[in-house]
């Protein structure tokens, strides 16, 4: 069974410009969400999708925003980047009856 | 609100050592507790869980129990090696609403020294 893929890896931009993640979840698994880790902030949760719908949000600014596709793949969009948003952005699938998430490798933003 | 509150690192240790990491939670409801860990350059992986009180959850060694009475769910292993040197996140969901929204800890580094 294929593990939680994130893609790319690793990015680099520039202030102001935009970025779009993606995740694809373990097949089968219909609830993904997202999460920022930076050293200073610790693991910070982003939003979470289920079906396409999203569920829950954390408290972060509207630059910050996702979507789920049919096929469960989610996608997170940052625009007008800021320095602060440097991080490494990491997302979690869940399945309907299981008691735990399962995390991708992460993507690292540097944002310059 | 939900919260967890892990002890700061990094925890220095020798091969072989006893490990403890404390970890208290606050919740509202009746939550699920994890621990995971963190290798550099990678993303979180579970390492134990325990969904009510008084489970053990237990993988490779390490071993945590959930203690409703204190809060608590303090990870511990009677025998580190250097491959245990990672972060280790101690975290909570609350099932109530699912499973998939953690509240972490600020995690603890862990060094272990040959």
């Known amino acids: 069974k294929a593990g939680v893929t994130q893609t790319p890896r690793y990015l680099i931009k520039t202030r102001g410009q935009q970025v779009t993640l993606s995740c694809s979840p373990i097949s089968g698994h219909r609830s993904v969400s997202w999460y920022q880790q930076t050293p200073g902030q610790g693991l910070q949760f982003l939003f979470e999708y289920f079906s396409e719908t999203q569920r829950n949000k954390g408290n972060f600014p509207g630059r910050f925003s996702g979507r789920q596709f049919s096929n469960s793949r989610s996608e997170m969009n940052v625009s007008t980047l800021e320095l602060g948003d440097s991080a490494l952005y990491l997302c979690?699938?869940?399945?309907?009856?299981?008691?735990?998430?399962?995390f991708g490798q992460g993507t690292r933003l540097t944002v310059v | 609100g939900n919260s967890v509150t892990q002890m700061e690192g990094p925890v220095t240790l020798s091969e072989e050592a006893f490990l403890t990491i404390n970890c208290t939670y606050t919740?509202?409801?009746?939550?699920?507790l994890f621990w995971y860990v963190q290798y550099p350059g990678e993303g979180l992986q579970l390492l134990l869980k325990a969904t009510k009180a008084d489970d053990k959850g237990s993988n490779k060694g390490f071993e945590a129990t959930y203690r409703k009475e204190t809060t608590s769910f303090h990870l511990e292993k009677g025998s580190v090696q250097v491959s245990d040197s990672a972060v280790y996140f101690c975290?909570?969901?609350?099932?109530?609403?699912?499973?998939?929204?953690?509240?972490f800890g600020s995690g603890t580094k862990l060094n272990v020294k040959p």
């Open positions: 975290a909570l969901s609350d099932p109530t609403y699912n499973f998939n929204k953690f509240y």
């Open positions: 919740a509202t409801g009746y939550p699920s």
């Open positions: 979690a699938s869940c399945g309907q009856k299981n008691t735990e998430a399962f």
